[in-house]
């Protein structure tokens, strides 16, 4: 059972997977605001048709189920590190294996975003990806 505060950080932590890498880079919206309501706000400026979104949003549904666990991971690991932190003396092997298996989820969580960005680039036109790319350069700039 998840209590209270451990079903706000997995919240959270499954919101802020729609703004980092996959989404972070692609999804600079001129208005951060808007971007921040929409993560798909970007790929929408590229013209996406009705069918183009439906699959798109297909594909970041399917990601976020399959990686739903993993996020739960990720959280649980991420409080008992934090617990380990609050010790006054806390034992650095327990710690140092603590981070490792958060880096290994985190990594893994990476490598599913990176995928999901090039399966959602696939639906794109050549237009429509260059239209992102130039969307997302001036964004950066």
Known sequence: MVCQPQAAALVGLSLSL???PTFSAESQAPNPT???RD??????ATGLSADQETRIKALVDRFQTENQERTR??????LE????????????DATIAKQEQINMINGELA???????LKMRQVLTPEQKQKLVQLIEGDAK
């Open 73 to 78: 991971q990720l959280v649980d690991l991420m």
């Open 18 to 20: 729609l703004a980092s």
């Open 111 to 117: 490598l599913a975003r990176a995928s999901l960005m």
């Open 81 to 92: 590190m934090r617990q380990l932190s609050l010790q006054p003396d806390p034992d650095p």
């Open 39 to 44: 993560p798909l706000s970007l790929y929408r």
């Open 34 to 36: 808007e971007n921040q």
